[in-house]
């Protein structure tokens, strides 16, 4: 069993949806939480950190983490053609991040 | 541009070479991680370094691999007698000061990486 399981399945919605994105993870170490935007070919860029149980609003992002289920979501408001990417959810301790494969995301006009 | 710098950005070379690979973290940050990314899946962990040691080393860090951080400050991924399955993308990310100075320590920024092309 991977440390962290996101269905990579890719996602298509409409410009102005909202767009749901989920993980689980199996360490209960893990005590730090990320969302990453990857553009093709691109390296992974921060968008979301949590650290334990909560919420996380950021503009149209939103990141909530349920450490009682080990589940790990991001939601994004009003979605744009720009926020067409892959996303990868990340957790962990002190050290390593562990990696979901990520989904791909496309929002179309 | 104070981000995570990689170099090369591309490299193709055939199959039994040796290839090395830079890293510069930002400047401010004392630990640094290697990881590498095959299509369709998300990063997987290699080694890291806090300041010049490294503290942590993946399984997947075969004795073909050796990372180095000699003074703390950049670091280089070596590669010897590179396989087809060593092609894969070789992200760099470095992270804030840990402990009692404060800061984020696991909020990794990760840099543009490194392709791999083994032929």
């Known amino acids: 069993q991977k440390e962290v399981e996101q269905d990579p399945g890719p996602l298509s919605v409409p410009e102005g949806a909202i767009v749901s994105l989920n993980c689980t993870y199996s360490?209960?170490?893990?005590?730090?939480f990320m969302w990453y935007r990857q553009y093709s070919r691109k390296g992974p860029e921060l968008l979301m950190y949590t650290y334990s149980s909560g919420n996380k609003e950021d503009g149209r992002f939103t990141a909530q983490v349920d450490k009682s289920s080990k589940y790990i979501s991001l939601f994004i408001r009003d979605s744009q053609p720009s926020d067409s990417a892959t996303y990868l959810c990340?957790?962990?301790?002190?050290?390593?991040?562990?990696f979901g494969k990520g989904n791909q995301v496309v929002v179309i006009p | 541009d104070t981000g995570v710098s990689q170099d090369p950005r591309h490299k193709i070379t055939k199959r039994g070479q040796n290839v090395t690979f830079r890293c510069d973290p930002i400047?401010?940050?004392?630990?640094l991680y290697w990881y590498r990314q095959t299509l369709g899946q998300g990063p997987e962990f290699l080694t890291y370094?806090?300041?010049?040691?490294?503290?942590?080393k993946s399984r997947l860090l075969s004795d073909r691999f050796s990372a180095e951080r000699p003074k703390g400050s950049f670091s280089t991924l070596e590669i010897q007698r590179t396989e087809q399955g060593d092609s894969a993308m070789y992200l760099c990310?470095?992270?804030?000061?840990?402990?009692?100075?404060?800061?984020?320590?696991?909020?990794?920024?990760f840099g543009p990486g490194t392709r791999l092309t083994v032929l």
């Open positions: 370094f806090q300041n010049e040691a490294q503290l942590e």
């Open positions: 400047s401010e940050h004392n630990r």
């Open positions: 360490n209960s170490a893990f005590q730090y």
């Open positions: 990340a957790s962990g301790g002190n050290n390593r991040l562990a």
């Open positions: 990310a470095s992270s804030p000061n840990s402990g009692t100075s404060g800061g984020t320590y696991n909020e990794q920024f």
